[in-house]
């Protein structure tokens, strides 16, 4: 069975602390995806990475850095948190080998509140 | 630029009764795929329908269908026979043919009420 998993569900950090949201995918996908969901603005894309150590930025990539060393784990960092970095993060992956199905697997999400 | 609308913030419908979620995208793009995924509350993402725009005929999931409108850029989810367990966030979808990003409408908020 298909599965993303994040860090945490929960995260509570303070503005100005360096914050690691971890997702791990064990589909071997080529592609990962961050995405943050705010109400009313839907998932807006952070990051994209489609191989290791490759990465490209998304809409919103201000704020945010990523890694990814290894193929199942692509990692999201606020470098210093802010409060209006308070939002659920979402990580994706895909497979472009799919052809024609394209299906993004999502993980359960973690919302973070900056303080 | 593409984008998705979807014009509906929040639906509520009983249960049994049947329920259309509206969307619109914008592209100039020929090849592509579009899609419906569901946010049940507190629980993760799954894709519930997806289209290929070169496909004249609309996709169907058991009690999910699509109203698919090429020429109107139009692509609707219809949802037969509502369940309490379709309460969910519904997203709106589209990915350009050769590119591996989607992108996403604002959502809808469905309630389906006993």
């Known amino acids: 069975d298909v599965k993303v998993t994040q860090s945490s569900r929960y995260l509570v950090k303070r503005t100005g602390e360096k914050v690691f949201l971890e997702c791990v995918q064990d589909?071997?996908?080529?592609?990962m995806f961050w995405y943050r969901q705010d109400p009313g603005l839907g998932l807006r894309l952070i990051y994209f990475?489609?191989?290791?150590?490759?990465?490209e930025k998304g809409d919103i990539p201000e704020g945010y850095s990523v890694s990814r060393e290894k193929k199942e784990r692509f990692s999201l960092i606020l470098e210093s948190a802010s409060t209006n970095q308070t939002s659920m993060y979402l990580c994706?992956?895909?497979?472009?080998?799919?052809?024609?199905?394209?299906?993004?697997?999502f993980g359960p999400g973690t919302r973070l509140t900056v303080t | 630029a593409q984008t998705v609308t979807q014009s509906q913030p929040e639906m509520s419908v009983q249960e049994a009764e049947t329920v259309t979620l509206s969307c619109t995208y914008d592209?100039?793009?020929?090849?592509?795929?579009l899609f419906w995924y569901k946010q049940p509350p507190s629980r993760q993402m799954i894709l519930v329908i997806r289209?290929?725009?070169?496909?004249?005929q609309n996709a169907t999931e058991n009690r999910f269908s699509v109203n698919f409108q090429k020429a109107a850029k139009s692509f609707s989810l219809k949802i037969s026979d509502s369940q309490l367990g379709d309460t969910a966030m519904y997203f709106c979808?589209?990915?350009?043919?050769?590119?591996?990003?989607?992108?996403f409408g604002k959502g809808t908020r469905l309630h389906i009420l006993p």
């Open positions: 289209q290929e725009a070169y496909k004249q």
């Open positions: 994706a992956s895909s497979s472009p080998g799919q052809g024609f199905k394209y299906e993004q697997y």
């Open positions: 990475s489609y191989d290791v150590k490759m990465k």
């Open positions: 979808a589209f990915m350009k043919q050769g590119d591996d990003k989607i992108i």
């Open positions: 589909m071997d996908h080529e592609n």
């Open positions: 592209t100039s793009e020929s090849n592509y795929y």
